[in-house]
C-alpha cells in the first residue's frame, strides 16, 4: 500500500540534511499521532552531515547545505510530488518539493533544483543522457526536471557555491562533558552573548523539558564554543519521561510524554532560538536554561495545556520575575484537572484554611503553638501545632543522643520568637502532612503562610535574613502560595552569604547554664547584685517556676517566684515514664497556663533575692512596660491561681498588698479559694500522751542532728539488764549458735565496744547479703550488720522485751527540722549536737510519742537555759516546722505552755539565723520543694 498519494500537501517537521526532511502530515482524530514521513529529493544527494560513524566531523558543505533548507522550510507548509516509495509505512520517500519562492509568492521553488543552484546538493547523475531517465510519470516532466538539475548545477559551478567553494565549511561537533565543561558554555555565554543569550538550534526533542541543542551563536566562535552540543533542561518545567523501547525489557512512557514531546516538537525543533543559560544538574553535563520564544512563553504553554509539572529544582535557577507566569499556568492546569493533573485534588483540610490567633510559644525555628481567636485556653489541646509552609528552619539537637544543633538553629527559634510570641497572627493553612514523632506514632501538621502585622510572611523574613532556608519539594508536592516569594528571599540571602548561606566557619555561642546547684550557688551573690535586670522566660515548670535566660549574664538559670506556692500542675509525660510524676492539684494546670500564656518566651524584668539549697533561684517578676509593669506574683495571687507562703503571712515578711491580693481572692472565691480548702494531715500514727516530765539523761545514739537514742540516768532496768547481759556472756561464752532468724524477733547478738566482745539484745531489722543480718541493739540504739552464724544467738526468755522493756528510747528534737546527713549543713546539724550532747548528763522535757519517738526538748545545764532546739535553730542548722505541723504537734500533746514558749522561741532564734545568713539560709529564702 502507498502512504503518500502522488501529489498532495504536508508540513516540514524537520530537515535531517540538505536533501532529506520529515514530512508530518494530520492526525486521523483528536488524541491520535499525526502521520510523519522521511522524504528525499529525487535523483539528488547532499553531503553527510556529523554523526558517530563519521566521528562527528560534517562533509565538506554539509551543515550549510543543512541549514540553508532549514531556514527555508520548518514549520512550514510544502507541496510533494512522489516519484519512488516503498509498499510499507516507514519506508523513505523519494519525490520534489514545491514551496512559493520567498521573494516573489507569485513563483514556484523547485527545492530539489534550487538547492542543486546554491551548492548545497548535486545531481546523482552529472552530464547523463536524459534518454536514460526512467520515465514511469510521463517522460517530459522527468526530462525537464533532469535538465533543470544539470543546467542549476553548471551554475553553481560557475558561481562557486555551496560545495563548490574553494573550501567550504566543515563543522566538528563538540559534545558537552566531552570536548568543554557545561559550565563554561554558561559563563562565557552571560559575559559574550548578547543579552546573557545564546542562539542555538534546537536539533532534538528527548520529552517535552529535554532538548539536545547545537550552538550556532557567531558571538561564541572566539571561545571555542561553535557547533557545540549539549542537553538542555528546560528550566522550570518537568514533563513525563518518553520510554525506551531499545532496552531490554523495553520501558514504556509515563502517561502523556508523547503528547507532551508532539506538542513541544511542533513548537521548537529546529528553530534556531535564543536560550538563556543558569547552570548544571548534578552530573554538571546537562544544563538548564529558558528558551525564548517569539511568540511566548514554552514553559508556561506546556503547563498550562497540563502536560508537565514545575519543577522545583530547576525554577530555584530563575530570576524570579520569570515564575509567576509558570505559577499561574500550573494552578490553572491544576484547577481544570488538565492531562497530568486529571488525579489532583486540593488539598483537604481538618480545619479552616484561615484564622487569627494569638502565638502562644514558638517550638522551633519553624513551629508555633497559636491559641485560636475566641478560644478559651483551658487545656493544652486548643493550642494549634502550626509549621511554616515550604521553609525549613536549622534543626535544634538532642544531648541525650549526643546530637548537636545545626549551625543557626538557637538565632533562627529566638528570631521567630520575637517576631510572634504574644502577638496577634493570620494564619493561612496551605496543606497538611503526617510527621513522625516517635518510633510509632505520628501527627497530622498543619503548614501554613503567617502574617503578622505589616510583615506579610514571618517565613520570608527568616529566609531573607539567612536563618531559615526554602523546602526543597517533589514536584508534586504541595507548597506554600508565596513559594517563588522565599526562593527569591533566598536567591538574595545566598548573594549576600547571609546566616546559613555563609562561608565562614559557624561559632555556636556559649551559655552558662546555672540550673546545677553547685554552679547556681557560686553565682547567685552576681545575680542579687546585679538588682532589676532583664530576662527571657525560657521555660515553665508550673505556675511560678521557671527557666530564664539572663542575657546579661549570659546564662540560664531555674527560677521560683518569692513569697508564693502554685499548685502542682499535671506531670509531663517524661516524668511519669521515669516514676517521679506527682499528682495534680486543683488548678495546678490552670496556673500553669496563665503562666505561659503570659511570660512563656517573653522578656521579663526580674530582682533575684536568694538561692535555695537546690540551686533555684528566687525572687520577683515583672511583666509589661512602662504603665503596664505589674508584679506578676500578685496577679497570680489575685487570680486565686496562686497561695501566699503562710510562714511569710505569720514571720510579718510578705507584701500587704499581696496579702490583700489573697484576702480578695478567698472572699470572691477566685480559683484555688472555689473549692473546699482541704487540710494537709502529717502521717502520724497513734502515740501514747502523757503528762510532761523532765528527765536526767545520756545520748547511747545519734542518728542525725536532731534523731536520737537515750538512757535515763539511773534507771533501774538500765542496770537490771547490763548485769543479766554479762552473765548471758559469761555463761556462754563468745560462740554463735543457731537461732530463728526472721525480721522483728528479738535476740542475742554480739558487738565489740573497743574494750571487749559482749552480747547484747539486738532486734533483727532485715535480712542482708553474704550470710549477715542488720540489727538494732534495743538498749543502746545503734544499728549493726552482722554474721548470722557466729554473731547470733537465741536470748534467755527471761530477758526478753516483755520482762525488760528496752531501755534505749527513740527520740526527736521537738519541733526543730535539720537536713539530712546527705548534705552539707545535715551533716555540720550532726556534728553541732554531739559536740553540744554526746558524753553528758543532760535535762530533758518529754512531751509524749508520735510515730513511735519521743519528743524531747533538751537542755545542758537546767530547763530555764536556752534549749539545744534553740542552739541550733540559731545557728542556721535546724528550723521550725511549717505552720499545720506546728499546730498538729501542739495539738496532739495538748497545747502545752513548754511547747507554746519552744515555738516562740524557735522562730525568735529563726529569724536571728535568717538575718544573719547562716547555716541553711546563707542563700536567702527556702522554698518549698526544699523543705520536703
Aim: charged share 30%; glycine share 8%; net charge neutral.
Amino acid at each position: 500500500m502507498t502512504i503518500l498519494p502522488n501529489r498532495g500537501t504536508a508540513k516540514v517537521k524537520s530537515v535531517l540534511s540538505g536533501d532529506t526532511v520529515v514530512l508530518l502530515g494530520r492526525a486521523a482524530g483528536e488524541g491520535r499521532k499525526a502521520p510523519e514521513v522521511t522524504f528525499t529529493f529525487e535523483r539528488v544527494t547532499a553531503p553527510r552531515m556529523a554523526s558517530k560513524a563519521n566521528d562527528n566531523v560534517d562533509d565538506p558543505g554539509a551543515f550549510s547545505s543543512r541549514e540553508w533548507l532549514r531556514n527555508l522550510c520548518v514549520g512550514k507548509t510544502v507541496t510533494f510530488e512522489t516519484r519512488k516509495q516503498g509498499a510499507t509505512a516507514g519506508d523513505r520517500v523519494y519525490g520534489l518539493l514545491f514551496m512559493p519562492d520567498p521573494s516573489d509568492k507569485t513563483n514556484t521553488w523547485n527545492l530539489s533544483v534550487e538547492s542543486v543552484r546554491r551548492g548545497f546538493c548535486t545531481p546523482k547523475v552529472l552530464g547523463g543522457d536524459v534518454e536514460d531517465i526512467s520515465n514511469d510519470d510521463g517522460g517530459d516532466s522527468v526530462e525537464d526536471y533532469e535538465k533543470a538539475l544539470q543546467a542549476a548545477y553548471k551554475e553553481a559551478q560557475a558561481s562557486r557555491a555551496g560545495v563548490h567553494a574553494e573550501k567550504p565549511l566543515v563543522r566538528k561537533i563538540m559534545n558537552a562533558g566531552d570536548e568543554f565543561e557545561a559550565m563554561t558554555l554558561v559563563e562565557k555565554s552571560k559575559r559574550l552573548c548578547t543579552n546573557g543569550s545564546v542562539t542555538c538550534v534546537i536539533e532534538y526533542v528527548f520529552d517535552g523539558s529535554r532538548f539536545r541543542c547545537i550552538v550556532t551563536d557567531p558571538e561564541l566562535e572566539s571561545a571555542g564554543l561553535l557547533y557545540g552540543s549539549f542537553t538542555l533542561i528546560l528550566a522550570g518545567v518537568a514533563c513525563p519521561r518518553v520510554g525506551n523501547p531499545r532496552l531490554n525489557p523495553p520501558t514504556p512512557s509515563e502517561p502523556y510524554a508523547e503528547e507532551a514531546r508532539d506538542f513541544v516538537e511542533l513548537r521548537l525543533l529546529q528553530r534556531e532560538l535564543k536560550i538563556s543559560l543558569y547552570g548544571t544538574d548534578k552530573s554538571g553535563v546537562c544544563l538548564v536554561g529558558t528558551v525564548h520564544h517569539p511568540r511566548g512563553n514554552i514553559g508556561a504553554e506546556i503547563l498550562k495545556n497540563g502536560l508537565g509539572r514545575i519543577s522545583d529544582w530547576t525554577i530555584r535557577m530563575m530570576s524570579p520575575v520569570d515564575v509567576p507566569p509558570l505559577r499561574i499556568a500550573e494552578n490553572a492546569a491544576k484547577r481544570s484537572t488538565l492531562k497530568v493533573f486529571e488525579s489532583y485534588a486540593p488539598p483537604k483540610l481538618t480545619g479552616a484554611s484561615e484564622f487569627m490567633g494569638t502565638v502562644v510559644e514558638v517550638i522551633s525555628g519553624d513551629t508555633l503553638l497559636i491559641l485560636s481567636s475566641g478560644e478559651v485556653y483551658d487545656d493544652e489541646s486548643k493550642l494549634k501545632k502550626i509549621s511554616l509552609a515550604s521553609v525549613r528552619a536549622p534543626r535544634a539537637g538532642n544531648e541525650k543522643t549526643g546530637k548537636p544543633d545545626e549551625p543557626y538553629a538557637s538565632e533562627c527559634k529566638d528570631r521567630l520568637r520575637v517576631l510572634t510570641v504574644g502577638k496577634s497572627a493570620k494564619v493561612n493553612v496551605h496543606y497538611e502532612k503526617e510527621i513522625p514523632v516517635g518510633p510509632d506514632r505520628t501527627e497530622k501538621r498543619q503548614f501554613g503562610t503567617i502574617s503578622i502585622g505589616k510583615r506579610e510572611d514571618i517565613g520570608e523574613v527568616l529566609v531573607a535574613e539567612g536563618l531559615a532556608s526554602t523546602q526543597r519539594h517533589r514536584d508534586d508536592d504541595e507548597k506554600s502560595a508565596r513559594y517563588d516569594d522565599l526562593v527569591a528571599a533566598e536567591s538574595i540571602a545566598k548573594a549576600a552569604n547571609k546566616g546559613v548561606h555563609s562561608d565562614s566557619d559557624y561559632k555556636k555561642k556559649t551559655i552558662n547554664d546555672l540550673s546545677d546547684p553547685k554552679k547556681a550557688k557560686t553565682h547567685s551573690g552576681s545575680l542579687i547584685r546585679l538588682g532589676n535586670t532583664k530576662a527571657i522566660v525560657d521555660y515553665v515548670f508550673n505556675g511560678s517556676r521557671f527557666k530564664l535566660f539572663v542575657p546579661s549574664e549570659n546564662c540560664y538559670i531555674t527560677f521560683a517566684l518569692s513569697n508564693i506556692r502554685c499548685p502542682q500542675p499535671s506531670p509531663n509525660p517524661g516524668a511519669i515514664s521515669r516514676g517521679q510524676a506527682k499528682a495534680a492539684e486543683p488548678f495546678g494546670d490552670a496556673s500553669k497556663r496563665h503562666s505561659r500564656m503570659t511570660v512563656l518566651q517573653r522578656q521579663v524584668e526580674i530582682f533575684c533575692n536568694g538561692v535555695t539549697q537546690g540551686g533555684v533561684i528566687t525572687g520577683d517578676l515583672f511583666v509589661g512596660t512602662g504603665g503596664q509593669r505589674r508584679d506578676f506574683a500578685i496577679e497570680l495571687v489575685a487570680s486565686g491561681l496562686a497561695t501566699v507562703d503562710q510562714r511569710k503571712i505569720d514571720y510579718g515578711e510578705a507584701p500587704k498588698i499581696m496579702v490583700d491580693s489573697q484576702t480578695a481572692a478567698q472572699n470572691n472565691k477566685l480559683g484555688i479559694w472555689s473549692v473546699q480548702q482541704v487540710s494537709k494531715e502529717p502521717k502520724v500514727k497513734a502515740y501514747e500522751k502523757g503528762d510532761e516530765k523532765i528527765v536526767d539523761i545520756q545520748i547511747s545514739e545519734i542518728r542525725s542532728g536532731n534523731h536520737f537514742f537515750f538512757r535515763v540516768v539511773d534507771d533501774e532496768s538500765a542496770k537490771v539488764i547490763d548485769d543479766s547481759m554479762k552473765i548471758f556472756t559469761d555463761t556462754n561464752g563468745t560462740d554463735g549458735a543457731p537461732c530463728d532468724v526472721k525480721v522483728g524477733k528479738v535476740v542475742a547478738a554480739l558487738f565489740n565496744d573497743g574494750a571487749t566482745t559482749s552480747w547484747y539484745r539486738a532486734k533483727i531489722i532485715e535480712k542482708a547479703a553474704k550470710g549477715k543480718v542488720k540489727v538494732l541493739f534495743i538498749d543502746h540504739g545503734n544499728v549493726a550488720a552482722v554474721a548470722q552464724a557466729t554473731h547470733l544467738r537465741p536470748l534467755d526468755m527471761s530477758l526478753g522485751t516483755d520482762r525488760i522493756p528496752a531501755v534505749a528510747k527513740e527520740a526527736q528534737l521537738a519541733l526543730a527540722k535539720v537536713r539530712p546527713l546527705e548534705q552539707d549543713d545535715g551533716i555540720d546539724a550532726a556534728r553541732m549536737f554531739q559536740g553540744m550532747a554526746w558524753g553528758k548528763d543532760l535535762k530533758a522535757r518529754l512531751h509524749g510519742e508520735i510515730e513511735g519517738k519521743v519528743l524531747v526538748t533538751l537542755y545542758d545545764t537546767d530547763v530555764d537555759s536556752p534549749s539545744i532546739n534553740e542552739k541550733l535553730t540559731e545557728e542556721g542548722l535546724a528550723r521550725i516546722g511549717k505552720r499545720h505541723e506546728v499546730f498538729e504537734v501542739l495539738d496532739r500533746m495538748g497545747n502545752s505552755d513548754s511547747l507554746g514558749k519552744l515555738v516562740k522561741d524557735l522562730k525568735e532564734a529563726q529569724e536571728k539565723a535568717r538575718k544573719s545568713r547562716k547555716g541553711m539560709w546563707i542563700y536567702g529564702e527556702i522554698p518549698e520543694e526544699d523543705e520536703e
